[in-house]
Nanobody, 122 residues
Framework: QVQLVETGGGLVHAGGSLILSCAAS??????LGWFRQAPVTEREFVAA???????YYADSVNGRFTISRDNAKNTVNLQMNSLKPEDSAVYYCAATPLGFPRLRSSSAYVDWGQGTQVTVSS
């Protein structure tokens, strides 16, 4: 089991930027992903990156968010630019042994962080 800890959430104005980071407790070859969940909504896929660096994005964030990972440091980052109020949610880091296309589904992920709140004001 991999323990994941997210940092970097906060409050930002619309159009601003934030960087979320996730540190894994051990070296992992898993695909690492970011999901988000707003109140009374289902958890939704945001982005994922495989061990080899292949990246996948939800249509709603493509072109605004960038996912990256440092395998030597066991970390994955999510650079979020041009933030919108609808991006407000709790963001979760997660790990899965699976690749595309299952990596878009939350059910494929076995390890989850505790989440970090992102709030974008209009």
């Amino acid at each position: 089991q991999v323990q994941l800890v997210e940092t970097g959430g906060g409050l930002v104005h619309a159009g601003g930027s934030l960087i979320l980071s996730c540190a894994a407790s051990v070296r992992t070859f898993s695909t690492l992903g970011w999901f988000r969940q707003a109140p009374v909504t289902e958890r939704e896929f945001v982005a994922a990156i495989t061990w080899s660096g292949d990246t996948y994005y939800a249509d709603s964030v493509n072109g605004r968010f960038t996912i990256s990972r440092d395998n030597a440091k066991n970390t994955v980052n999510l650079q979020m630019n041009s933030l919108k109020p609808e991006d407000s949610a709790v963001y979760y880091c997660a790990a899965t042994p699976l690749g595309f296309p299952r990596l878009r589904s939350s059910s494929a992920y076995v390890d989850w962080g505790q989440g970090t709140q992102v709030t974008v004001s209009s």
